[in-house]
Antibody, heavy 119, light 107 residues
Framework: QLQLLESGPGLVKPSETLSLTCTVS??????????WGWIRQPPGKGLEWIAS???????YFNPSLKSRVTISVDTSKNQFSLKLSSVTAADTAVYYC???????????WGQGTTVTVSS | DIQMTQSPSTLSASVGDRVTITCRAS??????LAWFQQKPGKAPKLLIY???TLESGVPSRFSGSGSGTEFTLTISSLQPDDFATYYC?????????FGQGTKLEIK
C-alpha cells in the first residue's frame, strides 16, 4: 500500500528557507499516471495547493507562491522535496504531500508535518 | 488562475438529513473536480473524483454531480461520522485550487 511521509524541521526562522521532503514507500514515484504535490493548511484555515511535479521533472506552481517555491524530485530515493524561501509567520502551517492521479486527483496523502515560522 | 468558490461556508444539519454543498469554478474545468472530507488533525480524504466517481470504500450516501463550472456534493442521509469539513478541488491542467471549505456541524 502506497504511503507518503513528510519530513523536515518543525521550526524555521523568518526570512529563512523552509525545506521539506516527502518519502514515497510501497510504490514508485516514477509512474507516468501520477504526479506529486505539496499542500499546506495554516492553523484554523483551509487547504492551499503549493506546487506539483512529475517524475520527469515537469513542475506546476500556485501563481501566488511561485516566486518563492522550488520543487524537485529524486527518483533514486523515491522522494520529492519542497523549498519555500523568505518565509514569514504567514507560512506557518501543516504541510502535506500527496499523490495526484491524472484521473483520480489527490488520492493518497501524507499525515502532514507542522512547520512554525518564528524567531 | 482558476478560482473555486464553495458554499455555504458552514452548514448545520441533523443525523438523517440530506445536505448539498456547492462548488463553482471561475472557468470551465470539465469534470476535473474532486471532493475531500477532513476531520480535525487529519489529512483530507478523497471522496469523489472526476466530478461524480466515488472513491473506493466511500459510502454510497455520498454523491457528486456537475460539470463545467457548477458542481455539487450531496450526502443523502447524514451519519454521525459525516460531521467534518468538506473541500472541493479542481485538478485541470495540473493545478490544484481548493474551495474555501464547508464545515458541516451538528444542529
Amino acid at each position: 500500500q502506497l504511503q507518503l511521509l513528510e519530513s523536515g524541521p518543525g521550526l524555521v526562522k523568518p526570512s529563512e528557507t523552509l525545506s521539506l521532503t516527502c518519502t514515497v514507500s510501497g510504490g514508485s514515484i516514477s509512474s507516468s499516471s501520477y504526479y506529486w504535490g505539496w499542500i499546506r493548511q495554516p492553523p484554523g484555515k483551509g487547504l492551499e495547493w503549493i506546487a506539483s511535479i512529475y517524475y520527469t521533472g515537469s513542475t506546476y506552481f500556485n501563481p501566488s507562491l511561485k516566486s518563492r517555491v522550488t520543487i524537485s524530485v529524486d527518483t533514486s530515493k523515491n522522494q520529492f522535496s519542497l523549498k519555500l524561501s523568505s518565509v514569514t509567520a504567514a507560512d506557518t502551517a501543516v504541510y502535506y504531500c500527496a499523490r495526484t492521479g491524472e484521473l483520480y486527483g489527490m488520492d493518497v496523502w501524507g499525515q502532514g508535518t507542522t512547520v512554525t515560522v518564528s524567531s | 488562475d482558476i478560482q473555486m468558490t464553495q458554499s455555504p461556508s458552514t452548514l448545520s444539519a441533523s443525523v438523517g438529513d440530506r445536505v448539498t454543498i456547492t462548488c463553482r469554478a471561475s472557468q470551465s474545468i470539465s469534470s476535473w473536480l474532486a471532493w475531500f472530507q477532513q476531520k480535525p488533525g487529519k489529512a483530507p480524504k478523497l471522496l469523489i473524483y472526476k466530478g461524480s466517481t466515488l472513491e473506493s470504500g466511500v459510502p454510497s450516501r455520498f454523491s457528486g454531480s456537475g460539470s463545467g463550472t457548477e458542481f455539487t456534493l450531496t450526502i443523502s442521509s447524514l451519519q454521525p461520522d459525516d460531521f467534518a469539513t468538506y473541500y472541493c478541488q479542481e485538478y485541470k491542467s495540473y493545478s490544484g485550487t481548493f474551495g474555501q471549505g464547508t464545515k458541516l456541524e451538528i444542529k
